[in-house]
Every structure is written in structure tokens, then in C-alpha cells.
């Protein structure tokens, strides 16, 4: 069976850090590019960041993605997290990071209070 399974999501004060994971089952993420997405209630979905198949990391501002291969294992990176950043995260692969998405996590939600 093909999944993402999320989890590392939860409640963080601002300033504070959090590392999500998504481990895949039923298919190798050697063979995928992988990106995080995020979606605040009444917003549209955006991307967050995007590697090759052949990346390892990627830095974008306060976020990092980052893949373990013989984990099969991805993971968000957060630092200094801002309430603007609080959303439902999906981990996502794909043929290429300008193609569609080919399978998506589950989902998990981050929310950024005091």
C-alpha cells in the first residue's frame, strides 16, 4: 500500500521551532522529487519548497526540507515560527518539481500561538 504518513505537527509559541516528518511505505522516495505545501483556513494551498530527485536539502528563509533516503523518510524544518505560519502542512512527491504531485500526505496541523 502506498502512503505519506505526517506527523511533528502541533502547538508552538512564536519564535519556537519544529521539525515535521512524512515517511513513505510502498514505493522508494529515491525515485521522487518531495516538497512540503501549507493551507491557512479560507487561503489557497501554496509551496513551501521543492527538491530534485538528486537534492538532499534545500534551504528557503526560515524553512528547510530535507530527505533521509535510507530512512525513505522527509522532513520540514521550521525555526523562528511566526502565527503566519500556522496552517495545515502536506508532504508531497512528484516526477519533477514543476510537475504534478504524484502522492500527498495526509496532512498535519501547525499552529503558532501564545
Known amino acids: 500500500q502506498v502512503q505519506l504518513v505526517e506527523s511533528g505537527g502541533g502547538l508552538v509559541q512564536p519564535g519556537g521551532s519544529l521539525r515535521l516528518s512524512c515517511a513513505a511505505s510502498g514505493f522508494t522516495l529515491d525515485y521522487y522529487a518531495i516538497s512540503w505545501f501549507r493551507q491557512a483556513p479560507g487561503k489557497e494551498r501554496e509551496e513551501i519548497s521543492c527538491?530534485?530527485?538528486s537534492g538532499g536539502s534545500s534551504v528557503k528563509g526560515r524553512f528547510t526540507v530535507a530527505r533521509d533516503n535510507p530512512k525513505n523518510t522527509m522532513y520540514l524544518q521550521m525555526n523562528s515560527l511566526k502565527p503566519e505560519d500556522t496552517a495545515v502542512y502536506y508532504c508531497a512527491t512528484s516526477n519533477w518539481c514543476a510537475g504534478p504531485v504524484v502522492y500527498w500526505g495526509q496532512g498535519t496541523q501547525v499552529t503558532v500561538s501564545s
Open positions: 527538491i530534485s530527485k
